[in-house]
């Protein structure tokens, strides 16, 4: 069997390599070419669909063109020229709504659309050579849609990180924070905020300033183009300050003191804000609220209380100090 089948492919590939096949294949692809040729000299009647676009929409309304029916026409023309037809997404009719007829239809305010009157203009889209027939469509109702408005707060979906020594010396600056949007009730209702586009991953070590649209629903307006968004980052630094302990609930008439009398606070700055800091913006506590006079206790907990929000990490040692209270001596007048 195998012998049989590597037979017939031998006989198959002499035929292939053969003068008389080759001259053959070349008549073939030339009677195919004028057969094309002949087809495509001849005249042909197609339908093809105009996509509505709309302007001039009074500001109290809106219109869902997603909604519309395409308006329909008969071109006619030989193939060559047809082939050059616009595509589907180039065959739009830009249509001037203040100027069209307005109704009531069923309570909606609806504009009326003849597009037999646009047949110039529809003419005007189309190549040489190719003769537009008719259109199809008679009557085309566009409803108007109530518009409502609604200010809304920005969400920005951003996804950046910080280089090694790098941090913010602020928080983001998001401009404008809220847009004014206007839409069809049923949507503006089910909104809570607007949303950022997603931007592209992107590592910092320097202020930088972002311009992201917006990602917003179908037949949805926002008053804003973009929302501008800016990072303050600056490179940090270690800063190492002794603060002095700051006994709270002292009991009444006694002294505190502490072994040592300071601790030792490291923290990680902005270059911005290094000369700024000081001993005094750093609160170290040490609570005596449950430390009774003339109890055993000899060591207390120390706790920090505050610090500038501008400070990236912070630190401090001892955690633990001894402490002694002394009471204090009251000096009698006479």
Known sequence: MKKQIAKSADKIMKKIKSPNFR???????????????????????????????????????????????????????????????????????????SQLRKTMIDGQKTAILMPRRYTHDLSQTLPDHITLERIEADTIYIPLLKKTKKLLPIVVRDEVSLESQHMYSAQRIVEPDSVWVSGTNNIIDTMQAVYTQKSPAVTLHDTISLSLNFDLPHNVEVNAPCVQVTYPVETYTEKIINVPITAINLPQGYNFKAFPPTVTVTTSIGMSKFDKLTANDIDIVADLQEVKPGSKQQKIKLRLANYPDYIRTISYSPIFVEFLLEKRHVTSTK
Do not use: C
């Open 23 to 97: 001259t053959f294949l070349v008549f073939l692809l030339i009677s195919i070419l004028i057969w094309t040729i002949e087809k495509m000299r001849q005249n042909y009647t197609v339908e093809i669909n105009y996509n509505i676009t709309v302007a001039e929409v009074p500001d109290e309304y809106i219109v869902d063109t997603d909604g519309l029916d395409p308006i329909r026409a008969v071109v006619s023309g030989d193939g060559f020229n047809l082939v050059r037809l616009p595509n589907k997404r180039h065959r739009v009719l830009n249509i001037n709504v």
